[in-house]
């Protein structure tokens, strides 16, 4: 079985910053895209950023230019790098990994912006 475990998550003032990571317990190059995810309360889970195995990044326009996603497949994780955090960026995120049409999800970790 394939687990995915996130850590990183925690409370932060607005403008701050913080790195989340994604642990595999699977090699990481065996995933063909990897993503962070994230569900605000009382609203839909939403793509943060996903990133290929060759290193091909995609952000969601409330993100970029402040995120930042990479994996590091010899060391099987995944990395959120998160400035200039906003409230709004308050949510529970979840990794998330893709091999053949199957996913594989975390179960999430807390990000709490406080204003």
């Known amino acids: 079985q394939v687990q995915l475990v996130e850590s990183g998550g925690g409370l932060v003032q607005a403008g701050g910053s913080l790195r989340l990571s994604c642990a595999a317990s699977a090699s990481g190059s065996i995933f063909s895209i990897m993503g962070w995810y994230r569900q605000a309360p009382g609203k839909q889970r939403e793509l943060v950023a996903v990133v290929t195995r060759l290193g091909t990044t995609t952000y969601a326009d409330s993100v970029k230019g402040r995120f930042t996603i990479s994996r590091d497949n010899a060391k099987n994780t995944m990395l959120l790098q998160m400035n200039s955090l906003k409230p709004e960026d308050t949510a529970v995120y979840y990794c998330?990994?893709?091999?053949?049409?199957?996913?594989?999800w975390g179960k999430g970790t807390l990000v709490t912006v406080s204003s």
């Open positions: 998330n990994a893709q091999l053949l049409g199957i996913n594989y």
